[in-house]
């Protein structure tokens, strides 16, 4: 999720980008999983082109319902083989899934639980709006991130123990 993972990745059209989604949208329909893409903001091509970007998306984000851990290979397989794998490479952080097609378009797979599929494409929409409020709660020991609203809890000089951080989930 940002589309640089990978070197020398190329950017997609909103045809291109439209393509693709429908070709994993076409494999996630078949095999029954709750899935969708974070929205993006509608001027997205106009701001992109104005910072110097001829093509809007950096990659194509997938947020897949799924909670049973072991399918999620499987998942990654039918998908990368339905969108053309580039290289073969598949790339794991956490619950995300990376992997290029054939274009080197880089497709992101992030698995989640079906309770957080909701919130998680909310949060991951609108290109930075969720980095841009989690900076602005940060001052306030607040954190925001895909596991929602955060309390960030520090206690300092325990005798014996030292600075102890902890977070508290709030939503």
Request: aromatic share 8%; glycine share 8%.
């Amino acid at each position: 999720m940002g589309g640089d993972a990978f070197p020398s990745t190329q950017r997609l059209s909103e045809e291109e980008y439209a393509t693709k989604c429908e070709e994993v949208r076409l494999v996630l329909d078949k095999i029954g999983v709750s899935f969708g893409f974070p929205v993006e903001v509608a001027d997205k091509a106009e701001v992109c082109k104005e910072r110097g970007k001829d093509k809007p998306y950096g990659d194509v984000d997938v947020i897949i319902a799924l909670d049973e851990k072991k399918n999620r290979f499987a998942i990654v397989e039918l998908v990368k083989n339905a969108v053309g794998l580039d290289d073969g490479k598949i790339l794991k952080n956490d619950t995300i899934y990376s992997f290029l097609s054939k274009e080197r378009f880089q497709v992101d797979l992030m698995f989640c639980e079906a309770e957080n599929l909701e919130f998680l494409l909310a949060f991951e929409s609108n290109n930075d709006f969720g980095a841009l409020l989690g900076h602005l709660l940060t001052p306030l020991k607040l954190k925001w991130s895909n596991l929602g609203l955060v309390l960030k809890l520090e206690t300092e000089e325990v005798p014996g123990v030292g600075t102890s951080k902890d977070e508290a989930v709030l939503t």
